[in-house]
């Protein structure tokens, strides 16, 4: 980070974040390449890659047909000769179709081949429900790569993250699974200008409390620094923990923000079963189980293929008002009567 | 079976008058170094010095040996499993080969791969892949890098990826097909067609089985050719390697040649008729090529037999090595899963903490 300069910062979207970072590592580095269907003519389904085609040319910017496996794969063979692709899957469910690619070979090779050969790849998707995009568009199905070894999967959860994190994702010489959110695409925020590089595997306390612990990342880190809020208004002293990496996971912050507050909940957005909210659970039960004064929560998604139906839809993705009653069930304090 | 263009390899016996005796002399060691490390590998096998899968070339030699010899340095390899053959012959020594069957620290690929992950960065061998199909999108995207990196010429590289005929049924098959043809990428697919993927016929498993033909759908010239037939292979895939580094022209060249033993070690290969296997032994490039030699004068039986002494205490010398060489240390499990250092990136072995008690 540049911290001997007095940085200035703007107010803009995540969009326009990854957008600006694109360009600038594009500009930065001549390997560095992207390509995705509808990138560049169409200039992204969500526009991040707005512009860009235009300035950089169809061999910096490729449009690749629809064959995620093929194209994935094929970023994944320029990587392994010193390219530096970012892929952009249009969305996470997609990514189903070039898993082979990501998990069974971007994943492995390095450690197959003994360090011969590294792949400085990032793909970019988006995941999220909530849009009535029904079933097989709407998923959260970060652990599914979270889960492997080999890989390193972020996911920003504001627009100064999303720009020094897919900054330090390009420059990573590793596979990076870099996730993106539906929802999040036109939060704005303030972002430092100048360069800004993250440490890949860090969580962040983005609120400081005593009482309660939230642990949350992507979308689900603005709702809980919502309900923080809402809950201080109440009397209540809540900490947000925003993970930021999924792989690694940084245990070390989730244990000391829990040691400290003795209540955790986990906010997330996937299923419940198996999913984020079960491996911090565990990693809390195992790192600090002689301070909780009750046992870790979790607000996750209903364990259903998402409907179409907005009710239905509604009512299966975890909300601000989820997480305000449990958190209020884990501190013993009763509902108040604006709770749904 | 019967789309197989069963000839015998007549080009072998009309191409020694013009081809180099020197050039003949060295194919056929380089089709007895496989024949006898292949050979070698079953033994320790079964011996249980090899683990997991093994998958041979056994009766794949001139295939193996005529695309070798087409190969520039220069270019990229990618292959499937059955890559023993192919990495011997790309100049990596069969000591350090036989050492990652072995599992052993000093195999190519540090023990990590086994037999079907054969790597080595500085002749270029980009991997034996154990998925079916794995290595194409990957062997594209080394073409696509390519493009980038270089202008098409006669000094450009190329990559050559090799398949089996059962891989040209999966999806990544075509979509890689098709981003090579779009993309005009400076590659050859080699199907490898033994006739049989797994236990499977071609004709049981392609709707067309005449699988050159499916370059037409990505409009890249198809190509078949006699695998029994070093020379032929030799010439065709150069022809092919040609086009690709100078033109960008993809090409799919199918090279028909026959399994001489089941899938992997372990198959005895039951489901194959009498009759095949008749004509598989039959087919053996490796005795044919000998005789073929003998006949035309280019060696006598006593340099033949030479030839083959020589290659088995090569092999010999592998297997030594192998036995000798250490295991890799469990203190450098971790070491390959990152390239660049990050936080907190795990570390426990079974039944350790995952974080220390705070």
């Known amino acids: 980070m540049n911290t001997n300069v007095e940085s200035t910062t703007r107010t803009i979207t995540y969009r326009q974040a990854l957008n600006e970072t694109l360009r600038a590592e594009l500009e930065r580095d001549e390997k560095v390449f992207l390509v995705g269907e509808e990138i560049g003519v169409f200039e992204g389904s969500y526009k991040i890659t707005a512009g860009l085609l235009e300035d950089f040319g ?45 998990v069974n070979h971007a994943a492995k090779m390095r450690s197959m081949f003994a360090g011969q050969v590294s792949i400085p790849l990032v793909i970019r998707m988006p995941g999220g429900g909530g849009q009535q995009l029904a079933a097989t568009h709407s998923q959260n199905l970060e652990v599914w790569y979270a889960h492997i070894p080999g890989l390193k999967v972020v996911a920003p959860s504001t627009p100064a993250d999303a720009k020094a994190l897919l900054t330090a994702a390009i420059r990573d010489d590793d596979p990076v699974i870099f996730l993106e959110n539906l929802s999040l695409y036109s939060a704005k925020g303030e972002v430092p200008d100048g360069e800004q590089v993250a440490e890949i595997g860090k969580a962040a306390v983005v609120a400081t409390g005593t ?107 975890p909300s601000a008002a989820d997480l305000a009653k449990v958190v209020r069930e884990v501190l013993n304090i009763s509902s108040t009567p604006n709770d749904k | 079976m019967a789309a197989k263009a069963r000839t015998r390899p007549k080009a072998v016996v ?33 011996r249980a010095k090899i683990g997991g899968y093994c998958h041979l070339n056994l009766g794949e030699e001139a295939t193996v040996v005529g695309l070798m010899a087409a190969i520039e340095a220069r270019d990229y390899l990618f292959t499937g499993y059955r890559d023993h053959g192919y990495a011997l012959l790309r100049g990596l020594a069969p000591e350090r080969v036989m050492a990652e069957l072995f ?29 079916v199909g794995g290595q194409l999108p990957p062997a594209t995207g080394a073409a696509l890098a390519l493009k980038t990196q270089e202008t098409a010429g006669p000094d450009a590289a190329a990559v050559m990826c090799l398949l089996g005929d059962g891989t040209t049924n999966i999806g990544a098959f075509h979509e890689s097909l098709n981003l090579a043809g779009l993309w005009k990428l400076p590659i050859v697919y080699v199907i490898v067609n033994n006739g049989l993927g797994m236990g499977t016929t071609v004709e049981k498993a392609s709707a067309e089985p005449e699988l050159y033909k499916r370059g037409a ?13 070093v020379l032929a292979v030799r010439d065709a895939a150069r022809d092919a390697l040609k ?114 008690a705070l």
């Open chain 2, 243 to 356: 086009q690709a580094r100078e033109q960008r022209q993809p090409v799919l060249l199918e090279v028909m040649c026959y399994r001489l033993r089941g899938h992997s070690v372990v198959d005895p290969a039951r489901y194959r008729s009498p009759e095949d296997t008749t004509i598989a032994q039959q087919s053996d490039p490796v005795p044919s090529f000998r005789a073929e030699l003998i006949a035309s004068g280019v060696l006598t039986e006593a340099d033949a037999a030479a030839i083959d002494e020589a290659a088995d205490l090569r092999v010999s010398e592998a297997v030594v090595f192998a036995d000798e060489s250490p295991e890799p240390d469990v203190a450098d499990l971790f070491k390959y899963v990152y390239a660049t250092p990050v936080a907190n990136a795990p570390s426990a072995l079974p039944g350790e903490p995952v974080m220390d």
């Open chain 2, 14 to 46: 009309e191409s020694t008058g013009g081809e180099p005796a020197d050039t003949l002399r060295d194919y056929y060691e380089r089709m007895s170094l496989v024949r006898a490390f292949e050979l070698r590998s079953s033994e320790m096998y079964a």
């Open chain 2, 217 to 229: 759908s990505y409009r890249m010239p198809g190509i078949r050719v006699d695998g029994d037939d």
């Open chain 2, 103 to 131: 599992g052993k620290v000093t195999g190519v690929s540090g023990g990590r791969g086994g037999s079907m992950h054969l790597f080595d960065e500085e002749t270029r061998l980009f991997g034996g892949y154990g998925i």
């Open chain 1, 58 to 102: 169809p061999e910096r910017v490729l449009d690749a047909p629809i064959a995620e496996e093929g194209f994935v794969g094929a970023a994944l063979g320029a990587a392994m000769l010193g390219m530096r692709p970012v892929v952009e899957i249009m969305t996470i469910n997609f990514s189903l179709i070039a898993i082979d690619q990501i």
């Open chain 1, 211 to 317: 009482d309660l612990t939230i642990v949350s990342y992507s979308r689900g880190t603005t709702t809980a620094l919502e309900v923080a809020r809402q809950l201080e208004a109440e009397g209540l002293s809540i900490e947000v923990v925003d993970l930021r990496s999924l792989r690694p996971l940084d245990r070390d912050t989730i244990c000391a923000s829990v040691r400290k507050t003795g209540h955790a909940v986990v906010f997330e957005d996937d299923w419940l079963s198996y999913g984020i909210g079960a491996e911090i659970s565990a990693t809390i039960g195992e790192g600090v189980f002689d301070f909780l004064d009750a046992p870790v929560r979790r607000v996750a998604a209903a364990e259903v293929p998402l409907p179409y139906a907005k009710a239905l839809e509604k009512a299966a993705l």
